[in-house]
């Protein structure tokens, strides 16, 4: 069985690149500004390449497939052979089309800003 | 204010528990520190008496042809942060991953990753050409490739017989 589905039988997640990998929650840093909020992932391993990023409804999904390791003689590992996922359901005041992703270093930081109605503001006085 | 909820992936009937993860860890260290390890590594504070405790990023070792690869799992440093050191058929990874700035505005909703320095000691198991050794940081994570040195490598002995 490869694939994951919510409730309503739509996949929410690809078959893994790696079926023998099982898939881990990666440690996540969440702060919450006054604009929005800043979720950074630790996925150390993961190139751009092997992350995916999907938002479908309220729900984001983040995964990433490590790097093969490497093919020589193995004499300690601490490491584990796993790849990333996290599921994650939104406030709604997170405006979705502008979701921005960055990865650096193993780690995707993504910045959900806040609908603009949402924020507070200031309302001039006649 | 209304609240992120948050959802544990959890498929084939498994949680996944990091917690769970990070206990294991330590209790395979453990393992090694009673049983010792004829490739001995090491976690150290920096008082450089053995520590569970902090920053105790994965570190695995491979073995190829003509070196030792070392690997650790260091995601979210700027090279600057880490440094290594060899000394004495030791080889020595250490660094900081420094709190990020405060920003006024912020409120902290949840904090999962680790924050401090780390030193980890690997010993080496064969004598390493200490000129050639490269280091890359990918991925957050640290690649050390140590070249073995010249006598360290297998030879073919001739034999005379008169």
Redesign the interface.
């Given at each position: 069985m490869n694939t994951v589905t919510q409730n309503e039988g739509k996949p929410v997640s690809s078959q893994p690149a790696n079926p023998e990998r099982s898939l881990v929650s990666p440690n996540v840093n969440i702060i919450e500004t006054t604009d929005g909020y800043i979720l950074e992932a630790e996925m150390p391993g993961v190139a751009r390449e092997g992350l995916e990023v999907s938002l479908e409804d309220n729900v984001l999904t983040i995964v990433g497939r490590r790097q093969p390791d490497p093919s020589a003689k193995l004499l300690h590992r601490e490491s584990n052979p796993v790849d990333y996922r996290r599921v994650f359901e939104l406030d709604p005041a997170i405006e979705t089309g502008k979701i921005n992703a960055q990865m650096e270093q193993g780690i995707l930081t993504l910045t959900l800003p806040k609908t603009e109605k949402i924020k507070p503001r200031r309302i001039a006085v006649n | 204010m209304?609240?992120?909820?948050?959802?544990?992936?959890d498929?084939?009937g498994?949680a996944?528990l990091?917690r769970v993860?990070n206990l294991r860890?330590e209790v395979?260290n453990l393992f090694n520190l009673a049983f010792g390890?004829f490739?001995d590594?090491r976690p150290e504070n920096g008082h450089g008496s053995q520590s569970l405790e902090g920053w105790f990023p994965?570190?695995?070792?491979?073995?190829?042809k003509d070196s030792?690869?070392v690997?650790a799992?260091?995601?979210?440093?700027?090279k600057e942060d880490i440094s290594i050191s060899l000394d004495n058929g030791n080889l020595t990874l250490s660094g900081e991953r420094k709190q990020e700035e405060k920003?006024q505005?912020?409120?902290?909703?949840?904090?999962?990753?680790?924050v401090g320095r780390f030193h980890r000691t690997?010993s080496l198991?064969f004598r390493v050409d200490a000129e050639k050794i490269k280091a890359s940081?990918?991925?957050?994570?640290l690649t050390v490739t140590l070249p073995k040195a010249e006598d360290a490598k297998p030879k073919q002995i001739p034999i005379s017989v008169k």
């Open positions: - | 209304t609240l992120t909820r948050w959802q544990r992936p498929f084939w498994l996944p990091r993860t860890d395979d390890h490739l590594v994965a570190v695995d070792v491979y073995e190829e030792l690869l690997k799992e260091l995601p979210g440093l700027k920003r505005d912020a409120g902290v909703y949840h904090s999962e990753r680790w690997v198991p940081y990918n991925e957050g994570v």
